[in-house]
């Protein structure tokens, strides 16, 4: 029986302010990558997110982004290497150490939004993301975005020594060339349920994803990810859980398997 993660972006409220479902979503997910205070989140969010995950059994990732609350890092900063590693430090330095607290380990780290998206294929800033996680745990998985950048990834991940993990979004659109359409483009953020679980089960069990254009892209894929901040969220996660393991996957922490 074939192993896959079921993965959502987690502790994105700040403040006063409540950003997504986090408490229902996480019943149905195996790991959550938690927002680290750049973007979103603050020290009582982490707290109280990462506890969250303890007493549900999920896996805790570090989810660092670009200093930019106002933008919810989806915007791009021009950023210095030196920069972007010392902010990566930083961040899942902060979450390691509220995992340390709650006796709960850290299991991978997820760069955010426009980090996540400017590093897809540039080798610059995947070995100073790569190199900024060996530097605080080499025991910690990099989990990135499958296709195209996968042997890239791969290669500069072993040499800084470190794991790595590749994901697929049901929920959101592609381009032909693997990469996330905007959220700006029509249809990009997808919210039928229905078509979100059955874009699920062909990543997981066969490893393709239906681009925008009708081709078909292949690729290795570890986890899925389900965006907690999509106003079905509930429902897709549910859904996408029992439909993978109706087809005898198992679905468990990367952690456990990569």
């Known amino acids: ?8 972006d987690m502790g994105e409220s700040f403040g006063t302010y409540t950003l997504g479902m986090d408490g229902e979503v996480i019943k149905h997910v195996t790991s959550a990558n938690i927002a680290c205070g750049f973007h979103a989140g603050d020290p009582r969010v982490m707290h109280e997110t990462v506890k969250l995950a303890k007493e549900n059994g999920v896996g805790v990732g570090a989810h660092p982004g670009y200093p930019d609350l106002m933008g919810f890092g989806r915007r791009n900063m021009e ?5 972007i590693r010392d902010y990566v430090i930083y961040q899942v330095g902060a979450m390691k150490a509220f995992c340390s607290a709650l006796g709960v380990p850290l299991q991978h780290v997820k760069p955010h939004g426009s980090l996540y998206n400017m590093s897809v294929g540039n080798e610059v800033l995947i070995r100073t993301i790569a190199g900024a996680i060996a530097g605080v745990d080499r025991s910690l998985i990099y989990l990135t975005l499958g296709g195209a950048q996968a042997p890239l990834v791969k290669r500069i991940a072993k ?6 993990a590749f994901e697929a979004f049901p929920d959101r659109a592609y381009t032909r060339d693997g990469r996330l359409a905007s959220r700006e483009m029509p249809g990009a953020v997808i919210e039928d349920p229905k078509l979100a679980t059955e874009r699920a089960l062909r990543m997981a069990k066969e490893g393709k994803i239906i681009a925008t254009d009708g081709s078909v892209l292949e690729m290795e894929i570890h986890t899925i990810c389900v965006h907690g901040d999509n106003p079905s969220a509930v429902e897709h996660v549910r859904e996408i859980r029992v439909m993978l393991e109706t087809n005898r996957m198992i679905v468990t922490p990367m952690g456990t398997f990569i």
């Open 1 to 8: 029986m074939k192993k896959i993660d079921l993965n959502c």
């Open 79 to 83: 950023c210095t290497p030196e920069e």
């Open 159 to 164: 040499e800084a020594g470190i794991r790595v």
